[in-house]
Protein backbone atom coordinates (compact mmCIF):
# COMPACT_ATOMS: atom_id res chain seq x y z
CA UNK A 1 0.00 0.00 0.00
CA UNK A 2 0.99 3.45 -0.85
CA UNK A 3 0.46 5.98 1.74
CA UNK A 4 0.41 9.88 0.97
CA UNK A 5 0.82 12.52 3.13
CA UNK A 6 0.31 15.92 1.72
CA UNK A 7 0.67 19.49 2.93
CA UNK A 8 -2.86 20.54 2.56
CA UNK A 9 -3.66 23.19 4.76
CA UNK A 10 -7.28 23.83 2.76
CA UNK A 11 -4.99 27.09 0.72
CA UNK A 12 -4.17 27.80 -2.47
CA UNK A 13 -1.44 29.39 -4.31
CA UNK A 14 -3.03 32.05 -6.91
CA UNK A 15 -6.74 29.80 -6.08
CA UNK A 16 -5.12 26.91 -8.17
CA UNK A 17 -3.80 23.36 -7.72
CA UNK A 18 -0.86 24.46 -5.78
CA UNK A 19 0.27 20.80 -3.28
CA UNK A 20 2.38 18.35 -5.47
CA UNK A 21 0.42 15.01 -4.64
CA UNK A 22 -3.49 16.78 -5.91
CA UNK A 23 -2.70 14.75 -9.32
CA UNK A 24 -0.69 12.45 -8.04
CA UNK A 25 -3.58 10.58 -5.55
CA UNK A 26 -5.71 11.23 -8.53
CA UNK A 27 -3.81 8.98 -10.88
CA UNK A 28 -4.29 6.34 -7.95
CA UNK A 29 -7.88 6.85 -7.32
CA UNK A 30 -9.36 4.82 -9.96
CA UNK A 31 -6.41 2.04 -10.04
CA UNK A 32 -6.00 -1.12 -8.49
CA UNK A 33 -3.26 -0.03 -6.36
CA UNK A 34 -4.31 0.34 -2.29
CA UNK A 35 -3.54 3.25 -1.09
CA UNK A 36 -4.89 5.67 1.38
CA UNK A 37 -4.27 9.66 1.95
CA UNK A 38 -2.99 10.46 5.97
CA UNK A 39 -4.43 14.27 6.11
CA UNK A 40 -2.24 15.90 9.44
CA UNK A 41 -3.15 19.29 8.90
CA UNK A 42 -6.15 20.77 10.78
CA UNK A 43 -8.48 21.81 7.69
CA UNK A 44 -12.58 22.11 9.15
CA UNK A 45 -13.10 22.76 5.33
CA UNK A 46 -11.52 19.88 3.97
CA UNK A 47 -14.96 18.07 2.57
CA UNK A 48 -15.16 21.28 0.29
CA UNK A 49 -11.75 21.05 -0.37
CA UNK A 50 -11.23 17.23 -1.71
CA UNK A 51 -14.50 18.18 -3.63
CA UNK A 52 -13.04 21.15 -5.42
CA UNK A 53 -10.02 19.23 -6.52
CA UNK A 54 -12.26 15.85 -7.12
CA UNK A 55 -10.79 14.17 -4.34
CA UNK A 56 -14.01 13.72 -2.03
CA UNK A 57 -14.47 9.81 -3.23
CA UNK A 58 -10.90 9.42 -2.48
CA UNK A 59 -9.45 6.80 0.57
CA UNK A 60 -8.58 9.33 2.80
CA UNK A 61 -7.79 9.46 6.70
CA UNK A 62 -8.07 12.70 8.89
CA UNK A 63 -5.98 12.81 11.67
CA UNK A 64 -7.81 15.83 13.40
CA UNK A 65 -11.17 13.90 12.52
CA UNK A 66 -9.95 11.14 14.50
CA UNK A 67 -8.54 12.97 17.30
CA UNK A 68 -11.55 15.45 17.83
CA UNK A 69 -14.05 12.18 17.43
CA UNK A 70 -16.02 13.46 14.29
CA UNK A 71 -15.22 10.39 12.47
CA UNK A 72 -18.41 9.58 12.27
CA UNK A 73 -20.37 12.71 12.28
CA UNK A 74 -22.78 13.16 10.25
CA UNK A 75 -23.52 16.47 7.57
CA UNK A 76 -26.20 19.26 9.67
CA UNK A 77 -26.96 22.91 7.87
CA UNK A 78 -26.33 25.37 10.34
CA UNK A 79 -29.02 28.16 10.44
CA UNK A 80 -28.80 32.06 12.15
CA UNK A 81 -31.51 30.37 14.67
CA UNK A 82 -28.90 27.94 16.10
CA UNK A 83 -26.36 30.25 16.60
CA UNK A 84 -28.00 31.60 19.65
CA UNK A 85 -27.46 35.08 18.98
CA UNK A 86 -29.01 37.89 20.64
CA UNK A 87 -32.52 37.76 19.20
CA UNK A 88 -32.97 41.60 18.95
CA UNK A 89 -30.00 42.01 16.57
CA UNK A 90 -30.90 43.50 12.70
CA UNK A 91 -28.88 41.71 10.31
CA UNK A 92 -27.22 43.08 6.98
CA UNK A 93 -26.27 40.75 3.98
CA UNK A 94 -23.52 40.78 2.03
CA UNK A 95 -22.06 38.05 -0.05
CA UNK A 96 -19.79 36.77 2.08
CA UNK A 97 -20.81 37.65 5.56
CA UNK A 98 -23.95 38.58 7.79
CA UNK A 99 -23.52 41.04 9.92
CA UNK A 100 -25.59 41.43 13.26
CA UNK A 101 -26.27 45.09 15.00
CA UNK A 102 -27.51 46.30 18.04
CA UNK A 103 -28.29 50.24 18.39
CA UNK A 104 -25.70 50.81 15.66
CA UNK A 105 -23.13 48.77 16.79
CA UNK A 106 -21.81 45.22 15.58
CA UNK A 107 -22.44 42.07 17.57
CA UNK A 108 -21.77 39.44 15.31
CA UNK A 109 -20.27 38.86 11.77
CA UNK A 110 -20.83 35.92 10.58
CA UNK A 111 -18.60 34.41 7.70
CA UNK A 112 -20.04 32.36 4.75
CA UNK A 113 -18.25 29.73 3.17
CA UNK A 114 -18.31 28.97 -0.60
CA UNK A 115 -22.00 26.81 -0.25
CA UNK A 116 -23.48 28.81 1.74
CA UNK A 117 -22.48 27.67 5.47
CA UNK A 118 -21.97 29.25 8.43
CA UNK A 119 -17.87 28.91 8.30
CA UNK A 120 -16.75 31.19 11.60
CA UNK A 121 -18.85 33.41 13.86
CA UNK A 122 -16.85 36.47 15.12
CA UNK A 123 -18.53 38.04 18.41
CA UNK A 124 -17.74 41.56 19.26
CA UNK A 125 -17.92 43.50 22.54
CA UNK A 126 -17.98 47.33 22.31
CA UNK A 127 -17.02 46.37 18.54
CA UNK A 128 -13.80 45.09 19.79
CA UNK A 129 -13.30 41.11 18.93
CA UNK A 130 -13.67 38.69 21.80
CA UNK A 131 -14.33 35.42 20.13
CA UNK A 132 -14.30 33.43 17.03
CA UNK A 133 -17.04 29.97 16.59
CA UNK A 134 -14.73 28.06 13.72
CA UNK A 135 -17.58 25.44 12.00
CA UNK A 136 -15.93 22.74 9.74
CA UNK A 137 -18.14 21.74 7.18
CA UNK A 138 -20.50 19.42 8.29
CA UNK A 139 -21.94 22.20 10.58
CA UNK A 140 -19.72 21.19 13.76
CA UNK A 141 -18.28 23.69 16.19
CA UNK A 142 -14.87 22.15 15.94
CA UNK A 143 -12.64 25.23 17.43
CA UNK A 144 -12.61 28.66 19.32
CA UNK A 145 -10.59 31.86 18.91
CA UNK A 146 -10.76 33.81 22.15
CA UNK A 147 -9.31 36.89 22.10
CA UNK A 148 -7.75 39.80 24.54
CA UNK A 149 -8.17 43.36 23.21
CA UNK A 150 -8.66 42.54 20.26
CA UNK A 151 -5.30 40.14 20.06
CA UNK A 152 -5.57 36.35 19.49
CA UNK A 153 -5.14 34.75 22.54
CA UNK A 154 -5.40 31.12 22.76
CA UNK A 155 -7.00 28.37 20.03
CA UNK A 156 -9.15 25.88 21.93
CA UNK A 157 -9.48 22.59 19.78
CA UNK A 158 -13.06 21.04 20.51
CA UNK A 159 -14.67 17.20 20.79
CA UNK A 160 -18.35 16.77 19.08
CA UNK A 161 -19.89 17.97 22.28
CA UNK A 162 -17.81 20.83 22.61
CA UNK A 163 -15.64 20.61 25.54
CA UNK A 164 -12.00 21.34 24.94
CA UNK A 165 -9.20 18.70 24.23
CA UNK A 166 -5.87 21.03 23.92
CA UNK A 167 -5.44 25.14 23.60
CA UNK A 168 -2.94 26.76 21.54
CA UNK A 169 -1.40 29.45 23.12
CA UNK A 170 -0.91 32.48 20.51
CA UNK A 171 2.40 34.01 21.81
CA UNK A 172 4.01 30.88 22.03
CA UNK A 173 2.20 28.31 20.10
CA UNK A 174 2.50 26.12 23.43
CA UNK A 175 -0.43 23.44 23.31
CA UNK A 176 -2.10 22.58 26.55
CA UNK A 177 -3.60 19.23 27.08
CA UNK A 178 -7.45 19.43 28.87
CA UNK A 179 -6.18 16.49 31.42
CA UNK A 180 -9.58 15.62 32.04
CA UNK A 181 -10.50 14.98 28.52
CA UNK A 182 -7.20 14.14 26.50
CA UNK A 183 -8.76 12.01 23.80
CA UNK A 184 -5.99 9.57 24.06
CA UNK A 185 -3.10 12.46 23.75
CA UNK A 186 0.35 11.26 25.97
CA UNK A 187 1.37 14.26 26.72
CA UNK A 188 -0.25 17.16 29.65
CA UNK A 189 1.76 19.69 27.42
CA UNK A 190 3.40 19.82 23.34
CA UNK A 191 6.00 22.40 22.68
CA UNK A 192 3.97 23.22 19.38
CA UNK A 193 0.41 21.67 17.11
CA UNK A 194 3.80 20.03 15.18
CA UNK A 195 4.94 18.29 17.57
CA UNK A 196 1.41 17.33 19.20
CA UNK A 197 0.45 16.62 15.15
CA UNK A 198 4.06 14.21 14.63
CA UNK A 199 2.96 12.09 17.86
CA UNK A 200 -0.16 11.01 16.07
CA UNK A 201 1.01 10.35 12.68
CA UNK A 202 3.87 8.33 13.84
CA UNK A 203 1.26 5.91 16.04
CA UNK A 204 -0.74 6.26 12.46
CA UNK A 205 2.44 4.99 10.91
CA UNK A 206 2.63 2.19 13.24
CA UNK A 207 0.32 0.36 11.58
CA UNK A 208 2.02 0.32 7.86
CA UNK A 209 3.84 -3.31 7.39
CA UNK A 210 7.36 -3.14 5.81
CA UNK A 211 6.80 -3.15 2.86
CA UNK A 212 4.12 0.26 2.58
CA UNK A 213 5.80 2.72 1.17
CA UNK A 214 5.18 6.46 1.99
CA UNK A 215 5.42 9.65 -0.38
CA UNK A 216 5.45 12.93 1.94
CA UNK A 217 5.30 16.18 1.10
CA UNK A 218 8.25 18.14 2.25
CA UNK A 219 7.86 21.44 4.10
CA UNK A 220 10.08 23.77 6.11
CA UNK A 221 7.77 22.79 8.73
CA UNK A 222 7.51 19.48 8.89
CA UNK A 223 11.79 18.47 8.33
CA UNK A 224 12.61 18.05 11.62
CA UNK A 225 10.16 15.67 12.30
CA UNK A 226 11.19 13.37 8.90
CA UNK A 227 14.86 13.74 10.18
CA UNK A 228 13.94 11.76 13.23
CA UNK A 229 10.81 9.80 12.04
CA UNK A 230 11.54 5.93 12.15
CA UNK A 231 9.65 5.28 8.78
CA UNK A 232 12.52 7.49 6.80
CA UNK A 233 13.47 4.65 4.63
CA UNK A 234 10.00 3.63 3.68
CA UNK A 235 9.69 7.70 2.39
CA UNK A 236 9.76 9.03 -0.75
CA UNK A 237 10.05 12.59 -0.15
CA UNK A 238 8.33 15.02 -2.40
CA UNK A 239 10.25 18.72 -3.09
CA UNK A 240 7.71 20.85 -4.68
CA UNK A 241 8.36 24.73 -5.79
CA UNK A 242 9.28 26.95 -2.56
CA UNK A 243 8.01 25.01 -0.12
CA UNK A 244 11.10 23.98 1.14
CA UNK A 245 14.29 26.33 1.98
CA UNK A 246 17.54 25.09 -0.47
CA UNK A 247 19.53 28.04 1.22
CA UNK A 248 23.03 27.44 2.05
CA UNK A 249 22.38 27.62 5.80
CA UNK A 250 19.46 24.40 5.90
CA UNK A 251 21.71 22.23 3.22
CA UNK A 252 22.96 20.17 6.05
CA UNK A 253 19.64 18.95 7.64
CA UNK A 254 18.40 18.55 3.93
CA UNK A 255 20.92 16.69 3.04
CA UNK A 256 20.78 14.17 5.64
CA UNK A 257 17.09 14.13 5.11
CA UNK A 258 17.89 13.19 1.27
CA UNK A 259 20.52 10.73 1.71
CA UNK A 260 18.57 8.55 4.82
CA UNK A 261 14.87 8.77 2.62
CA UNK A 262 14.19 6.06 -0.08
CA UNK A 263 13.54 8.46 -2.78
CA UNK A 264 13.04 12.06 -3.76
CA UNK A 265 10.90 13.35 -6.58
CA UNK A 266 10.69 17.10 -7.50
CA UNK A 267 8.21 18.79 -9.77
CA UNK A 268 10.20 20.59 -12.51
CA UNK A 269 13.71 20.50 -13.58
CA UNK A 270 14.54 23.87 -12.43
CA UNK A 271 13.87 22.20 -8.80
CA UNK A 272 16.01 19.41 -9.43
CA UNK A 273 18.94 21.94 -10.54
CA UNK A 274 18.20 23.75 -7.15
CA UNK A 275 18.51 20.89 -5.06
CA UNK A 276 21.55 19.29 -6.79
CA UNK A 277 23.33 22.79 -6.80
CA UNK A 278 22.49 22.42 -2.70
CA UNK A 279 23.31 18.69 -2.04
CA UNK A 280 25.21 17.42 -4.69
CA UNK A 281 24.37 14.50 -7.27
CA UNK A 282 22.33 12.32 -5.40
CA UNK A 283 21.04 9.07 -6.92
CA UNK A 284 18.23 8.31 -5.41
CA UNK A 285 15.98 11.89 -6.80
CA UNK A 286 13.76 12.12 -9.56
CA UNK A 287 11.94 14.38 -11.75
CA UNK A 288 8.06 13.52 -12.32
CA UNK A 289 5.38 15.88 -12.84
CA UNK A 290 2.72 16.94 -10.20
CA UNK A 291 -0.38 16.70 -12.57
CA UNK A 292 -1.80 14.46 -15.39
CA UNK A 293 -3.32 15.51 -18.67
CA UNK A 294 -6.59 14.77 -17.88
CA UNK A 295 -8.76 17.31 -19.88
CA UNK A 296 -9.78 17.16 -23.12
CA UNK A 297 -8.20 19.08 -26.02
CA UNK A 298 -9.46 22.74 -26.71
CA UNK A 299 -11.91 23.92 -29.37
CA UNK A 300 -10.21 27.46 -29.95
CA UNK A 301 -9.89 25.99 -33.88
CA UNK A 302 -13.61 26.16 -33.85
CA UNK A 303 -13.68 29.86 -32.49
CA UNK A 304 -13.87 33.11 -34.59
CA UNK A 305 -12.37 34.84 -31.85
CA UNK A 306 -8.44 34.46 -31.28
CA UNK A 307 -8.16 34.58 -27.48
CA UNK A 308 -4.41 34.84 -26.11
CA UNK A 309 -4.59 33.81 -22.47
CA UNK A 310 -1.60 36.01 -20.44
CA UNK A 311 -0.42 34.86 -17.10
CA UNK A 312 0.99 38.25 -15.58
CA UNK A 313 1.02 36.60 -11.86
CA UNK A 314 4.50 36.27 -11.67
CA UNK A 315 6.37 38.93 -13.87
CA UNK A 316 7.29 42.48 -13.36
CA UNK A 317 5.19 45.65 -14.49
CA UNK A 318 8.26 46.49 -16.69
CA UNK A 319 7.40 42.78 -18.68
CA UNK A 320 4.10 43.10 -18.55
CA UNK A 321 4.52 46.62 -19.91
CA UNK A 322 6.59 45.55 -22.61
CA UNK A 323 4.41 42.26 -22.80
CA UNK A 324 0.89 44.18 -23.62
CA UNK A 325 2.77 46.69 -26.08
CA UNK A 326 3.74 43.87 -28.05
CA UNK A 327 0.61 42.55 -28.48
CA UNK A 328 -1.77 45.25 -28.67
CA UNK A 329 0.69 46.66 -31.51
CA UNK A 330 0.33 42.78 -33.36
CA UNK A 331 -3.27 43.48 -32.79
CA UNK A 332 -3.98 46.80 -34.33
CA UNK A 333 -1.62 46.02 -37.18
CA UNK A 334 -3.16 42.61 -37.50
CA UNK A 335 -7.12 44.34 -37.63
CA UNK A 336 -5.51 47.17 -39.69
CA UNK A 337 -4.96 45.04 -43.22
CA UNK A 338 -7.05 45.18 -45.52
CA UNK A 339 -10.14 46.07 -43.04
CA UNK A 340 -9.43 42.58 -41.69
CA UNK A 341 -12.46 41.14 -40.30
CA UNK A 342 -10.40 39.07 -37.58
CA UNK A 343 -11.38 39.26 -33.92
CA UNK A 344 -8.62 39.33 -30.97
CA UNK A 345 -9.15 39.03 -27.41
CA UNK A 346 -6.44 39.06 -24.87
CA UNK A 347 -6.87 37.33 -21.10
CA UNK A 348 -4.72 38.49 -18.57
CA UNK A 349 -4.38 36.65 -15.36
CA UNK A 350 -3.53 38.41 -12.50
CA UNK A 351 -2.74 38.36 -8.73
CA UNK A 352 -5.83 39.19 -5.97
CA UNK A 353 -5.61 43.06 -5.89
CA UNK A 354 -3.32 44.31 -8.73
CA UNK A 355 -6.22 44.60 -11.16
CA UNK A 356 -6.56 48.25 -11.04
CA UNK A 357 -2.55 49.30 -11.32
CA UNK A 358 -2.42 46.81 -14.65
CA UNK A 359 -5.52 48.37 -15.84
CA UNK A 360 -3.30 52.06 -15.25
CA UNK A 361 -0.24 50.20 -17.35
CA UNK A 362 -2.70 49.31 -20.34
CA UNK A 363 -4.33 52.72 -20.59
CA UNK A 364 -0.86 54.20 -20.15
CA UNK A 365 0.14 52.12 -23.45
CA UNK A 366 -2.46 52.87 -25.68
CA UNK A 367 -1.74 56.75 -24.56
CA UNK A 368 1.70 56.44 -25.62
CA UNK A 369 1.11 54.82 -28.58
CA UNK A 370 -1.99 56.33 -29.88
CA UNK A 371 -2.31 59.47 -28.03
CA UNK A 372 -4.79 61.46 -30.54
CA UNK A 373 -6.89 58.37 -30.83
CA UNK A 374 -6.82 57.84 -27.01
CA UNK A 375 -8.01 60.95 -26.37
CA UNK A 376 -10.78 60.87 -28.30
CA UNK A 377 -11.95 57.72 -27.16
CA UNK A 378 -11.51 58.99 -23.78
CA UNK A 379 -14.07 61.57 -24.25
CA UNK A 380 -16.85 59.22 -26.26
CA UNK A 381 -16.68 56.83 -22.94
CA UNK A 382 -19.91 56.28 -21.98
CA UNK A 383 -21.57 58.36 -19.84
CA UNK A 384 -22.61 56.96 -16.00
CA UNK A 385 -25.27 54.38 -16.41
CA UNK A 386 -24.19 53.92 -19.88
CA UNK A 387 -22.88 50.46 -20.69
CA UNK A 388 -22.13 51.12 -24.22
CA UNK A 389 -21.51 53.79 -26.94
CA UNK A 390 -24.62 54.18 -29.03
CA UNK A 391 -23.72 52.15 -32.34
CA UNK A 392 -24.03 55.37 -35.00
CA UNK A 393 -21.44 57.09 -33.06
CA UNK A 394 -18.78 53.93 -33.64
CA UNK A 395 -19.71 53.91 -36.83
CA UNK A 396 -19.16 57.54 -37.69
CA UNK A 397 -15.36 57.12 -36.28
CA UNK A 398 -12.50 57.21 -38.08
CA UNK A 399 -11.27 53.23 -38.89
CA UNK A 400 -8.06 53.35 -36.70
CA UNK A 401 -10.11 55.05 -34.47
CA UNK A 402 -12.53 52.11 -34.11
CA UNK A 403 -9.36 49.36 -34.58
CA UNK A 404 -8.10 50.42 -31.44
CA UNK A 405 -11.40 51.19 -29.23
CA UNK A 406 -12.27 47.45 -29.98
CA UNK A 407 -8.67 46.28 -29.07
CA UNK A 408 -9.31 48.32 -25.61
CA UNK A 409 -12.59 46.49 -25.17
CA UNK A 410 -11.58 43.04 -25.82
CA UNK A 411 -8.59 42.91 -22.55
CA UNK A 412 -10.14 41.12 -19.73
CA UNK A 413 -8.98 40.86 -16.87
CA UNK A 414 -9.33 38.21 -14.34
CA UNK A 415 -7.98 36.17 -10.93
CA UNK A 416 -8.30 32.35 -10.97
CA UNK A 417 -10.84 31.17 -8.02
CA UNK A 418 -10.60 27.10 -9.51
CA UNK A 419 -9.05 25.04 -11.57
CA UNK A 420 -12.00 24.74 -13.36
CA UNK A 421 -12.04 28.12 -14.20
CA UNK A 422 -8.67 27.77 -15.74
CA UNK A 423 -9.82 24.77 -17.74
CA UNK A 424 -12.76 26.53 -19.33
CA UNK A 425 -10.66 29.70 -20.38
CA UNK A 426 -8.42 27.44 -21.98
CA UNK A 427 -10.95 25.66 -23.65
CA UNK A 428 -11.01 28.42 -25.85
CA UNK A 429 -7.78 30.24 -25.81
CA UNK A 430 -6.00 29.62 -29.22
CA UNK A 431 -2.25 30.58 -27.80
CA UNK A 432 -0.73 30.99 -23.83
CA UNK A 433 1.65 33.34 -23.11
CA UNK A 434 3.91 33.09 -19.69
CA UNK A 435 6.91 35.35 -19.46
CA UNK A 436 8.04 34.19 -16.27
CA UNK A 437 10.99 33.05 -14.92
CA UNK A 438 8.98 30.06 -13.19
CA UNK A 439 6.28 29.23 -15.79
CA UNK A 440 3.02 28.27 -13.81
CA UNK A 441 3.16 24.48 -14.23
CA UNK A 442 -0.14 23.74 -13.75
CA UNK A 443 -1.37 25.90 -16.75
CA UNK A 444 1.27 24.02 -18.93
CA UNK A 445 0.53 20.75 -18.28
CA UNK A 446 -3.63 22.10 -18.62
CA UNK A 447 -2.06 23.36 -22.48
CA UNK A 448 -0.93 20.46 -23.08
CA UNK A 449 -3.85 18.69 -22.36
CA UNK A 450 -5.92 20.98 -24.43
CA UNK A 451 -3.37 21.55 -27.64
CA UNK A 452 -2.53 24.81 -27.10
CA UNK A 453 0.75 25.96 -27.95
CA UNK A 454 2.54 28.36 -25.33
CA UNK A 455 5.05 30.96 -25.52
CA UNK A 456 7.95 31.27 -22.34
CA UNK A 457 10.81 32.72 -22.19
CA UNK A 458 12.97 30.34 -20.53
CA UNK A 459 14.21 26.61 -21.70
CA UNK A 460 11.78 24.47 -19.73
CA UNK A 461 10.85 20.73 -20.35
CA UNK A 462 7.37 21.10 -20.82
CA UNK A 463 7.49 23.87 -23.84
CA UNK A 464 9.99 22.13 -26.44
CA UNK A 465 10.69 24.79 -29.39
CA UNK A 466 8.92 25.50 -32.23
CA UNK A 467 7.43 21.84 -31.03
CA UNK A 468 4.81 22.49 -28.88
CA UNK A 469 5.57 26.16 -28.55
CA UNK A 470 8.06 29.09 -28.54
CA UNK A 471 10.81 29.80 -26.34
CA UNK A 472 11.50 33.97 -27.16
CA UNK A 473 14.73 34.70 -24.20
CA UNK A 474 13.66 38.59 -25.46
CA UNK A 475 10.16 39.74 -24.52
CA UNK A 476 10.36 42.15 -27.97
CA UNK A 477 10.24 39.01 -29.74
CA UNK A 478 6.65 38.42 -28.68
CA UNK A 479 5.19 40.37 -32.43
CA UNK A 480 7.08 37.62 -33.89
CA UNK A 481 5.98 34.85 -31.97
CA UNK A 482 2.18 35.53 -31.99
CA UNK A 483 2.67 35.66 -35.90
CA UNK A 484 4.13 32.37 -35.81
CA UNK A 485 1.34 30.90 -34.17
CA UNK A 486 -1.65 32.86 -35.03
CA UNK A 487 -0.82 34.29 -38.66
CA UNK A 488 0.45 30.80 -39.41
CA UNK A 489 -2.16 27.79 -39.16
CA UNK A 490 0.40 24.97 -40.37
CA UNK A 491 2.52 26.03 -37.01
CA UNK A 492 -0.41 26.08 -34.66
CA UNK A 493 -1.34 22.95 -35.84
CA UNK A 494 2.02 21.16 -35.81
CA UNK A 495 1.75 22.56 -31.98
CA UNK A 496 -1.12 20.67 -31.52
CA UNK A 497 -0.29 17.30 -33.29
CA UNK A 498 3.26 17.50 -30.98
CA UNK A 499 0.86 18.30 -27.92
CA UNK A 500 -1.34 15.40 -28.30
CA UNK A 501 1.85 13.47 -28.38
CA UNK A 502 2.49 14.32 -24.85
CA UNK A 503 -0.87 13.95 -23.75
CA UNK A 504 -0.01 10.15 -23.31
CA UNK A 505 3.05 10.90 -22.01
CA UNK A 506 1.74 12.78 -18.82
CA UNK A 507 -1.54 11.21 -18.37
CA UNK A 508 -2.72 9.78 -14.89
CA UNK A 509 -1.84 6.32 -15.83
CA UNK A 510 1.79 7.07 -16.74
CA UNK A 511 2.18 9.11 -13.73
CA UNK A 512 1.00 6.40 -11.72
CA UNK A 513 3.00 3.65 -13.60
CA UNK A 514 6.50 6.23 -13.33
CA UNK A 515 5.74 6.74 -9.23
CA UNK A 516 5.08 2.81 -8.66
CA UNK A 517 8.51 2.51 -10.15
CA UNK A 518 10.01 5.07 -8.35
CA UNK A 519 8.59 3.74 -4.43
CA UNK A 520 9.53 0.31 -5.62
CA UNK A 521 13.40 1.46 -6.32
CA UNK A 522 13.83 1.15 -9.70
CA UNK A 523 14.94 3.77 -12.07
CA UNK A 524 12.28 5.34 -13.85
CA UNK A 525 14.53 6.67 -16.95
Do not use: C
Request: glycine share 6%; charged share 25%.
Amino acid sequence: MITFIPAWRGETTNNVSSDDLIGQIKAFMFSDTEYQILVSNYMPNLRYFLHKYGLLESNYWNLFDELQGFSEVSQRKIEISDLRLDKNLSYFYTPFNILGYRNGKKIVAIRVGDAGQVAEVFHYQNEVLKLVDVYDDRGILSSQKEFTNGQLHVTKYLDKNGIWIFQERAKDGEIQVNVVHPHGLSLKRYETLGKLRQELIEARLQKLSSDDQIIISVTDQNVNFLRKTAFIKQMTLSIFRDRLSLAQKDSKRVSDLVKNAHNVIVDRRKTFDDVVEVLGHQDNIYQISPYDTRFKLGISNELKEEIIYFDSANITELTFKTAMQEMIEFIIKEKGIDNSKREFKIIIRHLNGSEIKLKGIVGGIFNEMYPDEYELISQLSPKAGENTLDETVVEALDEKVQVIMQTMNQIEFFTLNSDDELFKILEGARLIIDMSDDPDLFTQIAAISAGIPQINSVDNEYVLDQKNGLILPSITELKNGLSYYLNELKHWQEAQVYAAKQIKKYSGNELKKQLLQIVAGQDNG
